[in-house]
């Protein structure tokens, strides 16, 4: 309410698209799978956009490249180097010019270098292109589940805040439009926190990008989306913000693969500012949802509640000392080369033994063995990353 007159924003169509991915093993084989994705953007603006004007195009977090630094434990530093991207780049400009064909933004995620934040490694980027054909926002996914070694801002936290400064909004922007809204984007990992959602609302968010979750977490109990879904209807409920959550498809690991798996297990949905589920696409594999977003109906359930804008009754000072003490280190890759698998398993590790100390977690009655890091080969020459990408080359280029 800063006394300026607004033009409302119109009603509009979000689309979230999953597809069927192959995984990488460098960086020229991304072009198959946007080949792929550019598929699904023209099926998805004729056939959707028919009912509503489509404005914001979502994709799922893998589209682009798939999981291959994450399956194969490749070093950071080599898939930093001969697998991922630079934002903008070659592959970013193949989306902008479909924004630019159909009036919309396009909001996408990709594992890119970084190199004015630090050299030699990759950050999981979110990226939202303008109608115009322009990269409008960039932001990095903040927390990882076990098995991914992409950096975060926090493994290099004093660049990061030399850089971008320590507030909120140095490590969750917001992007703000005059025509589709305020946009926020996390990935994966980051809703698994109901603070990313809350920091990106207190910054403004009013459509948040969340892509991609694996099962089990999709398919656990009996509903719809298992605690992806109820996650997402949470993140709505508590700040009211929409939620478009695509969902990646089945994935080749490798091009020797007969047939694709499907990692995920779909449920890509589209989520309203009171917790109600727009859209739900059960499969994963080549198909999209899609949900109405009317900001100025959510501008007006903010302003004109007394009950369920849960926000305004935060009464901050009494959490504000819940987080003085680390959990996990920052840092860890500032100097150091980001580890591998095994190796991170022990700061997990240690970060729940820091846990117990507090009495935050009470220990069992019994230990017993936990989940740990099995590569995949039967022998240190096939874990090998040199020997894996043969995987990826011509029958004649074989030795």
Request: charged share 25%; net charge negative; with cysteine.
């Amino acid at each position: 309410m800063n006394g300026r007159a607004r033009e409302p924003v119109a009603p509009y169509m979000a689309v979230g698209i999953s597809t069927v991915v192959h995984g990488i093993g460098s960086r020229k084989d991304i072009e198959r799978n946007l080949r792929i994705v550019e598929d699904g953007i023209h099926a998805a603006v004729s056939i959707i956009g028919i009912n509503m004007p489509v404005r914001l195009i979502a994709l799922a977090e893998g589209a682009l490249t798939g999981f291959t630094d994450e399956i194969f434990d490749i070093p950071h530093v080599t898939a930093a180097r001969d697998l991922f991207v630079d934002i903008p780049g070659p592959e970013t400009a193949r989306l902008a010019a479909l924004a630019r064909q159909y009036g919309t933004y396009v909001v996408a995620q990709c594992k890119a270098r970084w190199p004015e934040v630090i050299d030699d490694r990759f950050f999981n980027a979110l990226f939202v292109i303008s109608p115009q054909g322009e990269v409008v926002h960039k932001a990095a996914k903040n927390h990882l589940w076990c098995r991914e070694r992409s950096c975060v801002p926090h493994d290099v936290y004093d660049r990061w805040t030399e850089l971008f400064g320590d507030g909120i909004d140095a490590f969750y922007p917001v992007l703000r439009t005059a025509d589709i809204g305020n946009i926020g984007t996390i990935c994966c990992s980051d809703g698994e926190y109901p603070e990313a959602v809350r920091a990106l609302a207190f910054n403004g968010a009013e459509v948040v990008y969340r892509p991609s979750e694996a099962v089990p977490m999709t398919q656990v109990g009996m509903e719809p989306g298992g605690t992806w879904l109820l996650q997402n209807r949470a993140h709505a409920h508590f700040n009211n913000v929409y939620m478009v959550c695509p969902n990646v498809g089945p994935v080749y690991v490798h091009p020797r693969m007969e047939h694709p798996y499907d990692i995920a297990g779909g449920n890509s949905h589209i989520v309203d500012y009171q917790g109600s589920v727009l859209g739900h696409a059960a499969s994963g594999a080549n198909t999209f949802v899609a949900g109405i977003v009317d900001i100025e109906a959510l501008r007006q359930f903010r302003t004109m509640n007394l009950n369920s804008n849960w926000m305004k009754d935060l009464r901050t000072e009494v959490f504000r000392r819940m987080y003085e003490e680390p959990i996990h280190p920052k840092n860890l890759w500032l100097n150091e080369e980001p580890l591998r698998h095994a190796d991170v398993d022990e700061i997990y590790r240690a970060n729940i033994a820091r846990l117990v100390s507090r009495g935050s977690f009470t220990p069992p009655a019994s230990a017993f063995a936990g989940a740990r890091f099995i590569p995949p080969g039967d022998s240190a020459d096939e874990d090998d990353w040199e020997q894996l990408r043969d995987l990826w080359s011509e029958p004649d280029d074989r030795p």
